[in-house]
Structure formats: C-alpha cells, structure tokens
C-alpha cells in the first residue's frame, strides 16, 4: 500500500487570496511502496545552484496551443519548498512575459513548462 497526503487550496482567480483550505486529504492505493521512479534530468542545466536544479528539456513550437512551450525538469533538494518563476524574458530584444510559475516541494521534483504566447 502506498499513502499520499495533501490539501486543496481554493484561490480566488482575480484577487488571489485564499478562499479555502481544506483539511489533509489522504489516500491509499494498492501500488508498490518500493516503487522507485526513474527520473531524466538530461538537457541543458539553466541552473545549478543552492540545492536547486533547473535543466531544459526541450522548445516544442509546434504542438503547443497557446504558443511555444519550454519543458523544464526541477529539483528542490533544499529543505525548504521553492517557487520558481521567469522574469526579465527577453527574446530577440523584445521582452515578454511568459506562463510560468513552478511550485516545488522540499526535497521534491518537478516536470513543468513554460509558456510563451
């Protein structure tokens, strides 16, 4: 059996402040515990620095709806939860401003993407 907790935050969309929290929601499946996932930290390393690791995956142009996506794998093996975000983008001189706003927790890793419209 494997356990998994977590919460739900209930944000506003215009505001962003909380409307809710809910109280620990856990779950229990049937899937190994001694599962150990593989993880592809290949790519170029954007960062690698203070216990965080940023590597592009890869730029897919074509089959993104809203534009052009940045795939990013991320670790956080700080002990503290991180936010990663983008700013200052500039492409070809022209500064933009793309969807991307990366929540990890201690000691975890993440798949994201970055978007660009």
Known sequence: MLHKKFELYIIDAD???EIAVSDLIKLTTSADPNFVQEYDDSGF??????GVKVVVKKLNSSESFWGADVYLYIENNTEKDITIQARDVDINGFMV???FSSDVGAGKKAFDTMTFM
């Not at 390393?45 to 203070?50: F, G, K, L, M, N």
């Open 45 to 50: 390393v954007a960062y690698d620095a203070d």
């Open 97 to 99: 401003e793309p969807a």
């Open 15 to 17: 505001s962003w402040d």
